[in-house]
């Protein structure tokens, strides 16, 4: 069983829907989770972080953590065509660098 | 701007073959970092470096070398490249303050005939 679970879709949506993308984990030692959007051939861009249970949010953007459950989610709302991008979780468990990345989502937006 | 590249952006190789892939980053961060992504198992760790002459292996770290001979670069190296090698591969960097926030490069396609 890998550490770190993310349903890889792909995931399609209209213009305007909330999408909900989520990743659980089996480590608890984990404290510190990201999630990053990837377009297309292009290098992965952290979105947002955060290292406590709870939600975070920013413009349309929120990341929310359960801990108790080892999952973790990020919200979209009002989505658009350019969020269409790969959405990677990753954690890990502080300051080490030695990011654990989950498969990674495929979303598309649809006009 | 700082920026992290990466060089070539795309490579094509026979088996066998030693390839060394080229990452530099001007941000000044002392920590750098080799992933490769594949479908179906997401960003992986290969190497990773917290200073000058300091590496570290990853995850899937056999058949890959690195060095880091300044603060900009950290160069991976294919020894004797291998079919199971193909994959796009990611160079990353972050500060000494803030490890875990790391900032990555275009990448790097890489297949091995």
Not at chain 1, 102 to 110: E, F, Y
Not at chain 2, 86 to 109: H, K, L, N
Request: with cysteine; net charge negative; charged share 20%.
């Amino acid at each position: 069983q890998k550490e770190v679970e993310q349903d890889p879709g792909p995931l399609s949506v209209p213009e305007g829907a909330i999408v909900s993308l989520n990743c659980t984990y089996s480590n608890s030692a984990f404290q510190y989770f990201m999630w990053y959007r990837q377009y297309s051939r292009k290098g992965p861009e952290l979105l947002m972080y955060t290292y406590s249970s709870g939600n975070k949010e920013d413009g349309r953007f929120t990341a929310q953590v359960d801990k108790s459950s080892k999952y973790i989610s990020l919200f979209i709302r009002d989505s658009q065509p350019s969020d269409s991008a790969t959405y990677l979780c990753a954690m890990t468990t502080f300051n080490t660098g030695k990011l654990i990345f989950g498969q990674g989502t495929t979303l598309q937006v649809k006009p | 701007d700082a920026e992290i590249t990466q060089s070539p952006r795309h490579k094509i190789t026979e088996t066998g073959r030693q390839v060394t892939l080229a990452c530099h980053q001007t941000w000044n961060h002392n920590n750098m970092f080799w992933y490769r992504q594949d479908l179906g198992h997401g960003l992986r760790l290969i190497h990773y470096s917290y200073g000058v002459q300091d590496t570290n292996k990853g995850e899937v770290s056999d058949g890959y070398s690195v060095s880091r001979s300044n603060t900009e670069d950290l160069p991976l190296t294919l020894e004797s490249a291998a079919s199971s090698q193909t994959s796009v591969y990611f160079c990353a960097s972050s500060s000494f303050i803030d490890t875990d926030t790391q900032y990555f490069g275009p990448g790097t396609r890489l297949t091995v005939l």
